[in-house]
């Protein structure tokens, strides 16, 4: 949240500096937006000038601190799996393997619709090309629950023939409540009024709590779109895959699912190790 308010405010400066350059705001006020900072390390690629003159620079006055990029939290696989051990309903063991195996975002999830749902493994018959089963990531601003994608451009993310078979159970157990059957939201009330209605982000956290409750963990929807990230670089996926994967505008936002894990460092000291002493 801190990083995007950061982007906003850094255009709304530059267009107050336009304005100031047509003196249709006083060039007094948009200097003190701003102030003087020296740059004693170079960012780089970045050309001090032959006097150091463009050391000098001006820095954003108005910023809110972002947190570092390693406290990312993630959920690894084998605590991704005790939740769904303990998760009783096919519903939230759905909810919990889909979020896993694509890395969506909560809002994502809680926005498909049963049409976004291709889990055949031909769906010409749907109407769409995408080989093997998947679903369909897009972002509505009409969705009764409120929920909606992050990004701005839809995408589509395959899925395992075993998440295809924990969704038909889920089908299942929904069919047993009538009123569910209007609804084309994919998640919905099953268990606590209204039945039937859009599953909201509150009974998701609600869900992840108790879980968390069951199995001592630390939980959070996010946790598992984390989980499924690192999972990805570290196995090895190009990063490009990954960023379309995570519906991510830029590669920038991959950077905290790219630090060197625990095992990974002991593994790199003991390889060179090993190496001198043979």
Request: glycine share 6%.
């Amino acid at each position: 949240m801190e990083k995007s308010a950061n982007a906003v405010m850094t255009g709304v400066c530059e267009f107050l500096r336009f304005c100031s350059r047509n003196e249709w705001v006083d060039a007094e006020l948009v200097g003190r937006l701003s102030e003087t900072k020296y740059l004693s390390w170079l960012p780089p690629g970045k050309d001090a000038g032959e006097d150091g003159q463009f050391r000098t620079v001006r820095t954003k006055i108005l910023k809110l601190p972002e947190p570092s990029e390693e406290a990312v939290e993630y959920l690894p696989p084998e605590e991704a799996d005790q939740l769904f051990q303990v998760a009783t309903r096919a519903r939230d063991r759905f909810l919990i393997a889909l979020l896993g195996c694509t890395g969506e975002r909560i809002s994502e999830a809680l926005g498909l619709r049963r049409q976004d749902m291709h889990l055949l493994s031909d769906s010409r018959m749907l109407g769409c090309r995408v080989e093997g089963p998947h679903i369909h990531v897009r972002r509505r601003a009409n969705n009764a629950n409120g929920a909606l994608a992050k990004s701005r451009f839809a995408r589509v993310i395959p899925v395992t023939e075993d998440l295809a078979g924990l969704y038909a159970d889920y089908q299942l157990e929904r069919d047993e409540v009538p009123e569910a059957a209007g609804c084309d939201m994919v998640f919905v009330n099953l268990f606590h009024a209204p039945l039937g209605r859009p599953m909201r982000y509150g009974t998701a956290k609600e869900l992840f709590d108790r879980l968390a409750k069951k199995t001592q963990l630390t939980a959070r929807p996010h946790m598992l779109r984390h989980g499924a990230a690192t999972a990805w670089v570290r196995a090895g996926v190009d990063e490009d895959v990954v960023q379309d994967l995570m519906g991510h505008v830029s590669r920038s936002s991959l950077t905290p699912y790219l630090h060197a894990s625990d095992a990974d460092k002991r593994a790199a000291v003991e390889l060179v190790a090993a190496g001198r002493r043979s």
